[in-house]
């Protein structure tokens, strides 16, 4: 998202924008240092949203060498990508694999506006079109993809998924509105000049208002802030109390080390949720505040010991790897390296060898 606006002098709007930027930057760093991935995600969004203040983040500081410098790198590109892997991480479905596919493309463009601004080996206005053309269809792109979680349900096992779909709905929705109106500036600039002073405060607004919602849901996903100004009560919305936590995770652990409900590859938070005898909601809730996981996360991580403890056991010698991998509850050779290889950073290769002594 570039500025389409400069303030004119008009010091009350680039002081209030000045202080939104800066409390939207110590948001990011909180998010960003957070133990929990989906913080992290969120940091990285507000990161990129952060990309769109330069102008107001400097204009106290004096825009010097460093902002000269940020200014030469293409960031809008990284909307849609960084706003789709936060929802992923939300429902336990990001991974390595899912995020280097969706960085390439970014990445190449803001490569590309470093050498444009830097080198300048291409026309000025033509570059410009062709970058706002594929930022857009990216921003549409990504859209749809986001969409579509919500549309196949990957929301609703979610605590209060309703709260994802507002921020989803208000702060995409902003982003679609800025870059129509983006398009419409570069490709018809004349219509865009007739209509900017009637629309200036306009989008002085909604840009205030997007980085206030991103300033408030930001802190409102720390767990610690979270604790600190919503009861405990409000958390679990389908109605367990405090005093039902400890005995919830007690019924949680033996299903998981007693029954080894894991080694079931059908297993699923609905599942899980049955057995305990809550809701999705409440399980995901608990997992995510009490246990600082996720409901995959946690499974992996049971499966991952399982398969760890079958590999030397002499009775399961017949078993090829894979295998094993089946045989602890995973259900696809893939899913299985990769959640091995973020639980022992290794693969399940080299971890035999070293077992084995090879």
């Known amino acids: 998202m570039r500025l389409l606006f400069m303030t004119n002098g008009n010091g009350l709007i680039e002081g209030a924008a000045f202080v939104v930027a800066v409390q939207a930057t110590v948001v990011c760093l909180l998010n960003i240092l957070n133990a929990n991935w989906p913080n992290r995600y969120l940091g990285a969004l507000i990161l990129v949203f952060l990309g769109s203040t330069k102008y107001y983040l400097f204009s106290y500081l004096g825009y010097g060498a460093v902002y000269q410098f940020l200014e030469s790198f293409s960031t809008a590109q990284f909307y849609g990508p960084a706003f789709y892997l936060f929802l992923l991480s939300i429902i336990g479905m990001d991974s390595r694999q ?23 080996i291409w026309n000025g206005e033509f570059y410009l079109k062709a970058v706002t053309a594929v930022e857009y269809g990216m921003i549409l792109f990504y859209f749809r993809l986001c969409r579509q979680l919500f549309r196949k349900g990957h929301f609703y096992p979610v605590k209060v998924h309703q709260r994802y779909r507002l921020f989803f709905g208000a702060v995409y929705g902003y982003l679609i509105y800025n870059f129509t109106d983006l398009l419409i500036m570069v490709f018809w600039g004349a219509f865009w000049q007739s ?19 991103l300033i408030l849901f930001g802190l409102t996903e720390l767990n610690w802030v979270r604790k600190l100004v919503v009861p405990a009560s409000v958390h679990f919305s389908s109605g367990v109390s405090i005093s039902a936590l400890d005995d919830l995770g007690r ?12 080694t079931a590859p059908e297993i699923s938070l609905g599942v899980l949720a049955d057995k305990l005898g809550v809701s999705s909601v409440v399980v995901s809730e608990f997992l995510k505040s009490q246990r600082h996981t996720s409901f995959y996360e946690l499974l992996n991580h049971y499966r991952v010991q399982e398969f760890k403890r079958l590999l030397p056991n002499p009775q399961y010698r017949h078993l090829s790897m ?10 696809s050779k893939a899913t299985f390296n990769r959640a091995f290889k973020k639980a022992e950073g290794m693969t399940p290769g080299e971890y035999r060898r070293m077992v084995k002594g090879e």
């Open 195 to 213: 209509l900017m002073p009637a629309f200036f405060y306009l989008d002085m607004l909604l840009y205030l208002l997007c980085f206030c919602f």
């Open 251 to 262: 019924r949680l652990d033996h299903l998981f080390e007693e029954e080894r409900i894991y």
């Open 98 to 120: 899912e995020v280097l596919p969706h960085l390439a493309l970014p990445v190449g463009v803001m490569f590309l506006s470093f050498l444009q601004s830097y080198g300048g």
């Open 322 to 331: 894979e295998g094993l991998a089946y045989e602890a509850g995973f259900g």
